[in-house]
């Protein structure tokens, strides 16, 4: 019996990736700063977004950001196209 084992990290990766995909999620753009990507580990170069996830537990409202390139914010958009989804990539 094989044990599927995912990190917390995995876990966010998707959890974002869909989250950019149904086009929930706040996103924030900036044009410089030294930020490495959430979901490709790289540094960014030009355009940085950064995905702000907003979660409410209880009467508590919580904000987490994570910085993602153009190009892996971009996929993640594209997604939606071979989906059938209508979407802007602006």
Known sequence: ?????????EETKAMLRDKVRKGI??????EKG???CYFCESPIKGRIRILI??????????YSKYPVG???YNQAKLYMY???IPFSLN
Request: with cysteine; charged share 40%; glycine share 8%.
């Open 82 to 84: 071979f989906s059938g």
């Open 53 to 62: 996830d907003e979660e409410l537990e209880g009467k508590c409202k919580s």
């Open 34 to 36: 030294d930020f490495q």
């Open 1 to 9: 019996m094989k044990i599927k084992i995912i990190s917390k990290y």
């Open 25 to 30: 999620i706040s996103v924030f753009e900036k």
């Open 70 to 72: 153009e190009g892996c």
